[in-house]
């Protein structure tokens, strides 16, 4: 038999489920429909060592907005973000670079390396502050669109054209050179310090297919300072249980609204009727009606898998077809007998409870894009390293430990293609590279996950790998995310929505983008949200 | 006693030239001051060997700005420049080259037998950006908005309405504000397949850019390329006499306006009282009054060099610093002593530009090394004979041919730019020609490198980037030559600036000195 | 674990007289708040003895080349150029719109040879503004020690240890020599307002001077002070303090946090007729039009507090130590200003604070009223507005005849 819902959202991400947290919320009969036997989407902690938890994929969180946090209730439904205290980014030589929570033990590490830098610091966080400040009602934006003169595109254009003249000349200015400039370009301007400035870089090139001194990669460094202003207690976190608990926590506050939730439920198809989306078709042939249906996957499967082709304007197929994905990470989960032994800071010590950057200087970083440029994995890659198990003692057996390796740049379209063997010897180049500044790493090591590009893909369901649903890179931001006249999360097929990473302003466990689909989504109800 | 004018103008390069003839036009004592031999700044023609004319630096100059040719009357001093197809040739290693002609249609016929994938979708490409190229052409032709000091005027309308009021459909609309950001890479990707089809816009995209195609923002780089054309691509501006002549011109027109003009003459400082511009003292001790000084030098010598430190705010003092200029091209001149016989090309083809650019992963890895203070092995060559439409410029039957060699970084790492490193560099150069012409090695009978170094110290072009600071998205209209200072003013009352680091730099020949002449007229009662 | 702050060149011998480990942060250093259990007695002998002061963690630069004094005049607001060698000028500093980034003093060494103190580090700052001039800007903060002797017999205490013309060594002024053989400059300068000295050395050899101060200095009543009571002596002389009393320029967050001299009642520093400085001509504005704000002295009336507290049935309560929370000051029922800073002075039983008022009630004699906490609930004391310093002794810039 089937049940009708007022909104089906496919895929249970956290923005699926945030979407569906809101519309619960509000009253509605909402139902989310997960293909994995787990939710979370990229979010997910999974045991895939018995007594080892992994957050598989992403793995921290930075931007998850605290309005969601506070709406939700989600600390009452489980979350509880431990924070990251410091990066070590260990240097060739035997030396280090240390960015500390502590100021003065910050500011005493920076004119270890540069009196200058450490004279710039505080300056320039002043003003990434200001930049953030000045984002944000962005982030928190339906984007207009700048090419209508309906009232209330003119209007927001009008109150986005007031708040940038309210910034004044100089802050619009740096924002503007914020938006257009490489990180390495812009940092240089501010530091003279190779690894302080390669391990800030390193932030700018997540998710995207540029080196850090390509244009465009500047205003990700602003990420760092969000936390700040939003009150949250650091800028960089880590949930306790992993990501997956992120993703647990919102969907227990969904329920607790009455939200229904299926895993192993996997959308075969939107049911179109007279054009208008009227429910979904599951893969075992199933069809479950509803008002409306939103679609939390990438665009690329919520236009062009979950429709046919047909259904959707030409102009809008060229440019999802032109849309950019193309992965550019991987991961490296580790079982670890026994902690890492960092050559630089030798033994245990509270660096090993927050992140190790893998970013001696912006050439290592650019040579390791140079690689992917032409379709290799990095023979040195950039690697974020965090020991979860460190923050959370339950993310491993006693005395054991879990790490896990972001690695970029692992591109998705590999020359040759990813094979098994093609996986192991990425792995390999990991742990080699990792070895040379934790020598002791290799015979710690009781199990290891290699995820590439086309695992990510595979299991968690993301075009080409890309953890952000496509480069976040300017010309698919805002307005163009993600695809002009497309990017308020309404689709050409009435009743369908759009609520992922794809559109603005995606990235991240952020929760932003369902959000905003939900507020949507409850205007076109007449619903004040 | 002190020699006393309305207004000095600092440097003899074209657009310093272009802003002096319009302030003589309007009646002012002018008199423009520079310190090298020669006027023209990086458009000059030289004759090192008898007989044999070369454009020492930039042979491939912007488009002239049509009003200014009108306004001081160059045709009638002189001034003749046309363009010939066919326009920029794409050289392929095997085979017949790419022919880019005015006509796209005839240019999609060309493609359909050397590469039919992309002819179809050669005359929609052209037809897709023109429109952005005539936005950015009028764009260039203005004053730029300066949009921290307009009022609530609404940033985001203004956009808006500005694009909208100029005939772009919504679409087209999209369309520019999502391709501006792209790498050029993406964009050729996105419309063809042909390597050296892709190869050759992609290198145009990235001159004198210390980025690679891959770079985002590059396809900015393309359309500044293409600004002030009526085709796709560009057509190279081609004058009688060589590009130095577009100076002597100039010079001809401003001198029958009463223009003064002193060369050989270096200004050692910029006069200024209570932060208000009084006159110029030369190298000699010399002083010239002046309440107003016009420089057409580059923001570091200007700012930094040439007015005393204390005049200008610290703050001011590092926007200043923090231009990029990061010249990354070379120069080799050659006399060669036949024609050049390139594999598969016409006659014709050598009227056109030639671009030695296979491909766009051959662009990306000659760039590569720049990050790396290394000079490519495989460098990306702009190759243009201009002795085949202008016989004057060499004896006859032998030829000038001069190319620019991309890539190769200002701080060069190692020993520098010394001897060997030159002469590793045109011997890459000719090295490459020599595959894609092979009688052309035996053929040369002169040759002359110019690393960025050298365009520094012979041109002025600072740290050898001839477009006095790069390109590039965050150093274009209201944010060059500094953030807040596009409109050619400065802190310093009295002082302007005008040249190819400001607004439109160098997207159009002769604009700037157009707008910062115009802007010192209104700046008198 | 051990201590992660950076250890001042003192740190051998302070360390062994903390009698309560009561280690504060001063720059990144560990010094400490007192000595003793309570600072009363440190306090006291700055007033009557001699105060021994650690305050190496002062930022220090040594600027020297030919246009060592152009940079220092193109920096400062004070006119560097015509002071003398031997002379020192206190005053704070501004970025371009004129608005305060630090403030420290400034020593003539030898014609182009100075040392500039600062409370935050500037050697960015420096070597942005030294653009184009032939000058060298080095960061001598580690590698050079200082002590303070604060007190009226801090003279015949270094007079006796000193080989340098303590005797006739001005206000203001600084003079070379040594101690116990140790290469140092003595400046006759300081934070308390009083006679003092501040002694200037290599790191090197720190403790050897220290030892030799500790060895002599009991003789006249000498301790050594920590930095709780030197905050009360600044206070009482009025003087301002970084992050306290007034953010800098450089890392003020909105405009209202930015200062300039003359709302900080330094406009006597700034010499807008000596040349281009930075911020010139956004300061000579404001001296036209008059500051908006103004830092005073405040001086609340001591009747009004013993009334507050007798309606809670208690003595007046004060801290006993300097206080740097911001607290309200109302006219009329409203607040107009804050209070940055404040104490009960010993010397001159009161209570005396730092306010920032707008300039219609900075003028001397205006009632105001400052919000005290009374047994939990706030509560406003009649307080009036004073000139500073507070407290202001002839021997502190006398000369001995």
Not at chain 2, 237 to 246: E, K, T
């Amino acid at each position: 038999m089937t049940r009708s819902y007022d909104a089906i959202i496919i895929g249970g991400g956290h923005n699926g489920l945030v979407t569906a947290a809101y519309l619960a919320r509000s009253g509605r009969r909402v139902l989310v429909l997960e293909r994995r036997h787990i939710l979370g989407g990229a979010a997910v902690t999974e045991e895939i060592f018995p007594g080892f938890k992994f957050s598989v994929f992403s793995y921290v969180v930075s931007l998850l907005r605290p309005e969601i946090i506070r709406e939700l209730d989600l600390a009452s439904h489980g979350l509880q973000i431990l924070p990251l205290e410091s990066t070590l980014t260990p240097l060739p030589n035997g030396d280090h670079f240390m960015a500390w929570g502590d100021h003065d033990r910050a500011r005493q590490e920076l004119m270890r390396h540069s009196l200058r830098d450490a004279e710039a610091y505080e300056e320039f966080g002043r003003e990434m502050h200001h930049m953030a400040m000045a984002v944000r009602p962005i982030l928190e934006m339906v984007p207009p669109d700048p090419t209508s003169l309906s009232p209330s595109d003119l209007g927001a254009m009008l109150r986005l054209g007031k708040h940038m003249h309210d910034l004044g000349s100089e802050r619009f200015h740096m924002l503007y050179r914020l938006m257009t400039m490489s990180s390495a370009d812009f940092l240089s301007e501010w530091f003279e310090c190779e690894p302080l400035k390669a391990t800030k870089s390193a932030s700018g090139i997540i998710g995207t297919f540029l080196g850090p001194r390509s244009p465009g990669t500047a205003y990700v460094l602003l990420h760092h300072y969000m936390g700040d202003i939003d009150g949250a207690f650091r800028a960089w976190g880590f949930a306790r249980g992993g990501t997956g608990a992120i993703s647990e926590a919102i969907a227990s506050a969904a329920r607790a609204a009455g939200a229904e939730i299926r895993t192993e439920a996997g959308v075969e198809r939107v049911l179109l009727e007279r054009g208008r989306a009227a429910g979904v078709v599951l893969e075992g042939g199933e069809e479950i009606r509803s008002r409306v249906v939103v679609s939390a996957l990438d665009p690329r499967r919520t236009f062009l898998q979950m429709l046919e082709p047909e259904s959707l304007p030409g102009d809008l197929v060229d440019s999802l077809r032109r849309y950019r994905f193309r992965g550019s990470s991987g991961k490296v989960n580790l079982a670890l007998d026994r902690l890492p032994d960092f050559t630089c800071m030798p033994g245990p010590g509270p660096h090993l409870g927050g992140a190790v950057s893998i970013s001696p200087s912006i050439e290592y970083l650019e040579r390791a894009h140079d690689d992917a440029k032409y379709g290799e994995f990095s023979r040195r890659p950039y690697m974020d390293v965090i020991l979860p198990s460190m923050i959370d003692p339950g993310m491993a057996p006693p005395g054991k430990h879990v790490m896990s390796i972001f690695v970029q740049y692992a591109p998705y379209h590999l020359n040759g293609g990813w094979t098994d063997q093609r996986r192991e010897a990425f792995g390999d180049t990991v742990i080699d590279t990792l070895s040379e500044y934790a020598p002791n790493l290799k015979s710690a090591i009781l199990h290891r996950q290699v995820v590439t590009p086309k695992d990510i893909e595979t299991v968690a369901g993301l075009s080409e790998g890309n953890i952000f649903h496509g480069e976040l890179a300017l010309n698919q931001l805002f307005f163009l995310r993600p695809a002009a006249q497309w990017a308020k999360y309404r689709t050409p097929v009435r009743h369908y929505y759009q609520c992922g990473s794809g559109t603005h302003p995606g990235g991240g466990i952020m929760g932003a983008s369902g959000r905003l689909a939900a507020r949507e989504i409850l205007t076109d109800w007449g619903q004040r949200p | 006693m002190t020699a006393r004018y309305d207004v000095v103008v600092l440097g003899g390069d074209v657009e310093s030239l272009v802003a002096a003839g319009y302030l003589a036009k309007a009646g002012r004592s002018v008199l423009v001051l520079e310190g090298r031999d020669h006027l023209g700044g990086s458009l000059v023609t030289t004759e090192p060997v008898s007989g044999f004319r070369f454009d020492a630096c930039e042979h491939f100059a912007a488009a002239i700005a049509p009003a200014v040719v009108d306004d001081l009357a160059l045709g009638h001093h002189g001034l003749r420049h046309t363009v010939a197809d066919p326009l920029v040739i794409a050289a392929r290693p095997e085979g017949p080259p790419i022919r880019l002609i005015g006509d796209p249609n005839a240019t999609a016929r060309g493609l359909a037998s050397v590469a039919p994938e992309d002819a179809a979708s050669w005359p929609g490409f052209a037809k897709r950006i023109q429109p952005f190229i005539d936005l950015l052409t009028r764009i260039y032709t203005q004053v730029p908005p300066q949009p921290g000091s307009t009022k609530p005027a609404d940033l985001g309308s203004l956009l808006h309405l500005a694009l909208r009021a100029r005939g772009l459909g919504k679409t087209e609309l999209f369309e520019f504000l999502r391709t501006f950001p792209m790498p050029v890479a993406d964009l050729l990707d996105d419309w063809f397949s042909d390597d050296a089809l892709k190869g050759a816009l992609g290198a145009l995209a990235v001159r004198h850019l210390a980025q690679g195609p891959r770079g985002a923002g590059t396809a900015f780089g393309l359309f500044h390329h293409l600004a002030g054309s009526a085709t796709v691509p560009r057509g190279r501006p081609i004058i009688q006499g060589g590009v130095g002549h577009l100076a002597w011109a100039l010079e001809v027109s401003a001198r029958s306006r009463g223009v003064e003009i002193r060369t050989g003459v270096a200004v050692d400082r910029i006069q200024v009282v209570d932060r208000s511009v009084a006159g110029v003292r030369l190298a000699g001790g010399e002083t010239v009054q002046a309440s107003v000084v016009l420089s057409g030098h580059a923001p570091r010598k200007t700012f930094l060099e040439l007015l005393d430190a204390e005049v200008l705010d610290p703050e001011f003092v590092t926007d200043v610093e923090r231009i990029r200029y990061r010249g990354v091209a070379a120069k080799v001149n050659l006399a060669l002593a036949e024609v050049p016989q390139f594999t598969g090309f016409r006659e014709e083809d050598l009227r056109g530009v030639i671009m030695l650019s296979p491909s766009l992963d051959h662009v990306e890895q000659a760039f590569d090394h720049t990050k790396y203070g290394e000079q490519s092995g495989a460098p990306v060559l702009e190759v243009v004979v201009p002795s085949v439409l202008d016989p004057s410029l060499a004896p006859e039957g032998r030829h000038v041919m001069s190319v620019w060699v991309h890539f190769a970084p200002y701080h060069l790492r190692g020993a520098g730019w010394d001897d060997q490193a030159r002469e590793a560099l045109a011997d890459s150069a000719i090295e490459m020609l020599g595959r894609y012409a092979p009688n052309l090695p035996g053929g040369i009978l002169h040759r002359e490198a110019l690393t960025p170094v050298d365009l520094e110290e012979r041109f002025g072009a600072p740290e050898g980037q001839i477009n006095h600071g790069e390109l590039t998205l965050d150093q274009i209209l209201f944010m060059r030559p500094v953030p807040g200072w596009s409109r050619y003013d400065t802190p310093v009352r009295g002082l302007y600036v005008c040249g190819l680091s400001t607004h439109p730099g160098g997207g159009l020949t002769g604009q700037s000195g157009a707008l910062a002449a115009r802007r010192v007229l209104r700046s008198r009662p | 674990m051990s201590l992660q702050l950076l250890r001042t060149p003192f740190h051998d011998r302070t360390a062994g007289l903390a009698q309560g480990a009561a280690w504060r942060r001063w720059a990144g250093h560990a010094v400490l708040g007192s000595y003793e259990l309570h600072h009363d007695r440190e306090y006291a002998a700055i007033r009557n003895g001699v105060g021994l002061l650690d305050v190496s963690p002062l930022y220090k630069y040594l600027i020297h080349g030919s246009d060592a004094a152009r940079l220092l005049d193109r920096v400062l607001p004070r006119h560097v150029a015509a002071s003398r060698v031997g002379q020192v000028l206190y005053m704070p500093w501004c970025d371009g719109h004129g608005k305060v980034i630090d403030d420290g003093t400034c020593t003539r060494l030898a014609e182009n040879r100075f040392r500039l103190t600062s409370a935050d580090p500037s050697i960015r700052w420096l070597q942005r503004n030294a653009v184009g001039m032939d000058v060298v800007v080095e960061d001598v903060s580690r590698s050079l020690a200082a002590l303070a002797l604060q007190g009226p017999r801090s003279r015949e205490l270094l007079m006796r240890l000193a080989d340098a013309d303590v005797e006739g060594l001005r206000y203001f002024r600084a003079v070379e020599g040594s101690l116990r053989g140790v290469p140092v400059w003595i400046s006759r300068t300081g934070y308390t307002g009083d006679l003092g000295y501040e002694v200037w050395l290599a790191s090197a050899d720190a403790l050897t001077v220290w030892d030799a101060l500790i060895e002599e200095g009991a003789g006249y009543g000498l301790l050594p002070a920590g930095i709780l009571a030197l905050d009360v002596a600044r206070i009482e002389a009025g003087l301002i303090m970084i992050d306290v009393d007034y953010v800098s320029a450089h890392r003020a967050v909105v405009p209202s946090q930015l200062s300039t001299p003359y709302e900080l009642g330094l406009g006597w520093a700034v010499k807008l007729d000596k040349g281009p400085f930075n911020g010139r001509e956004a300061l000579a504005a404001e001296k036209a039009r008059g500051p908006a704000w103004q830092l005073v002295g405040i001086e609340v009336d001591w009747d009004a507090l013993v009334a507050l507290f007798g309606q809670a049935g208690l003595p007046p309560q004060l801290p006993s130590v300097a206080w740097r929370t911001s607290i309200p000051v109302f006219v009329g029922g409203s607040q107009v200003g804050y209070a940055t800073s404040g104490c009960w002075s010993p010397i001159l039983k009161k209570s005396v604070a730092l306010a920032h008022l707008p300039a219609r009630y900075a003028a001397p004699g205006t009632g105001v009223e400052l919000e005290v906490t009374v047994e939990h609930f706030r509560r406003r004391a009649a307080a009036t507005v004073v000139p500073t310093p507070f407290f202001d002794p002839e021997r502190k810039k006398a000369v001995p005849s």
